[in-house]
């Protein structure tokens, strides 16, 4: 027999036997663990909004008192020259 072969007597070996038995509440927990995970991730996105938005007004406070756009100040004075 070919490997392939062997992996689909198993198969059916496995088909074969009696299924075992399902918890009658199954569908309830199911149900119960998909919405603890939807609300958990609905919380992880809303917290990942409030820090993004956070960050853009902390940057845009940053920029406000600094003002990255505008030329720095000269240190010293030009020199004067041909009066």
Do not use: I, Q
Not at 30 to 55: E, T
Request: proline share 11%.
């Amino acid at each position: 027999m070919s490997r392939h072969e062997d992996r689909e007597a198993a198969v059916r070996r496995l088909l074969d036997t009696p299924h075992p038995p399902v918890p009658g509440d199954l569908s309830l927990r199911a149900a119960a663990r998909g919405a603890r995970l939807r609300r958990r991730a609905l919380g992880v996105r809303r917290a990942l909004w409030a820090a993004c938005a956070v960050a853009a007004l902390a940057f845009l406070v940053w920029a406000s008192l600094t003002r990255p756009w505008e030329a720095p100040p000269a240190e010293t004075t030009p020199p004067l020259e041909g009066w």
